[in-house]
């Protein structure tokens, strides 16, 4: 699940429908059509029918041919969607994650307390995490991009779009990462010299390789036998350093690429030329 910025992160706190509420739904022991259910929680016929095909919801009982009967069950499911997407501004794939993570009895409590605990890997992970996302057109306000490469970097999974109230924002790591995309292009770095924002696909793939990898060793028995605070500064410790290593060691290859063409090409010019001996590390017998 995409930990997508503070936009959706509500205090644990904050006035969400009342426990109370709750209650007195899961003890309510009636059944009810979709038009019932629909007015008492809300939420649009279209959009019940439509979490059903997901699988969000379960499929009702059938009284008769074409009635469906809805029950408590149901009626506290759709609370707890209502819930997600209208405070925690999760997508509905992200909602089906959770759900099926934390199993169809998980409650509404269970289930946020699940979302503060990620937050705070993500937050190790990535201090911006915490940042508000930034819309569209102040990405391209700070980054100096217009809208083709914005969507170019979109394409080849440079950058990832959130979807809130029918407005496209970004989270702050995006925003950095087009800052860094508009520098290369304002120092040269353009599609007349055969430098195009799909090149940078190869390092997304390159990456995604890589941190499969990392995650799979953070996922190992030793780590998860430590507490949560340990675990914690043992990531964002690890993320911080291993930032700084990819960093070094692209430019160690990337000179040893460089010198490696540059002797390739000097050989070409000149074939019958001497390729200087290595030096000896021996000491001659002069010497002894």
């Known amino acids: ?100 993570e934390a199993g169809p009895l998980a409650t509404l409590n269970e289930l946020e307390l699940r979302l503060a605990a990620r937050e705070r890997l993500d937050e190790a992970i990535d201090p911006t995490n915490a940042e508000p996302p930034i819309s569209e057109q102040r990405l391209q306000e ?29 989270a702050e790591r995006d925003a950095r990462i087009a800052e860094v995309v508009g520098a290369l292009r304002s120092s040269g770095y353009n599609d007349h010299l055969g430098f195009a924002i799909g090149d940078l696909q190869r390092y997304v793939e390159a990456l995604r390789v890589l941190v499969v990898r990392e995650v799979e060793q953070f996922d190992s028995p030793a780590l998860r036998g430590l507490g949560r605070d340990e675990m914690l500064r043992l990531i964002g410790q690890g993320v911080a350093q291993i930032d700084v290593l990819l960093g070094l060691l692209h430019k160690k290859l990337l000179l040893a690429a460089v010198h490696d063409r540059l002797d390739a090409a000097a050989s070409r010019r000149h074939p019958d030329a001497k390729q200087p001996r290595p030096r000896s590390t021996r000491r001659s017998k002069a010497t002894k």
């Open 1 to 100: 699940m995409t930990n997508e910025a503070n936009m959706r992160r509500p205090s644990l706190r904050s006035s969400h429908t009342p426990a109370s509420a709750l209650s007195a739904i899961e003890h309510q022991p009636s059944e009810w059509t979709i038009s019932e259910v629909a007015e008492r929680s809300g939420v649009p016929i279209a959009t019940i029918k439509f979490y059903i095909r997901e699988g969000l919801l379960p499929r009702p009982r059938t009284a008769g041919r074409t009635v469906g009967r809805y029950d408590n069950a149901f009626m506290v499911r759709l609370e707890v969607i209502r819930e997600l997407r209208n405070r925690w501004r999760l997508s509905l794939r992200e909602i089906a994650e959770l759900l099926t």
């Open 142 to 170: 700070r980054s100096g991009l217009p809208s083709s490469d914005v969507h170019d970097m979109t394409r080849y999974g440079l950058l990832t779009p959130i979807k809130v109230d029918g407005a496209t924002v970004y």
